[in-house]
Nanobody
């Protein structure tokens, strides 16, 4: 049974940072791309960032230069470092995999979701 367990969400003010973590189990982690998606109320779920097995990174235009996706294969963990957070980044963030590529499509398994709220 594949499980993706997320942590790191919270409430922050604009301009602050958060780091999300996603620990995978039950899968051959190192050969797959992984990704982070987010969904805000009333909006479609969107791919925020993906990372290939080789470390190639893909980002939504709205987060380029502010977010960084990384992975630690020894820990089966995918990270999303979010800097300079904006109110419009507020959403539930979901870890996803295994993805075929860093650009998608989404994989079968999803994390439980972690709430990121950016508010002044």
């Amino acid at each position: 049974q594949v499980q993706l367990v997320e942590s790191g969400g919270g409430l922050v003010q604009p301009g602050e940072s958060l780091r999300l973590s996603c620990v995978a189990s039950g899968m051959w982690f190192e050969v797959h791309a992984m990704g982070w998606f987010r969904q805000a109320p009333g909006k479609q779920r969107e791919l925020v960032a993906g990372i290939s097995r080789y470390g190639f990174q893909n980002y939504a235009e709205s987060v380029k230069g502010r977010f960084t996706i990384d992975r630690d294969n020894a820990k089966n963990t995918t990270y999303l470092q979010m800097n300079s957070l904006k109110v419009e980044d507020t959403a539930v963030y979901y870890c996803n995999g295994p993805m075929l590529t860093a650009r998608g499509p989404s994989g079968e398994f999803w994390g439980q979701g972690t709430q990121v709220t950016v508010s002044s």
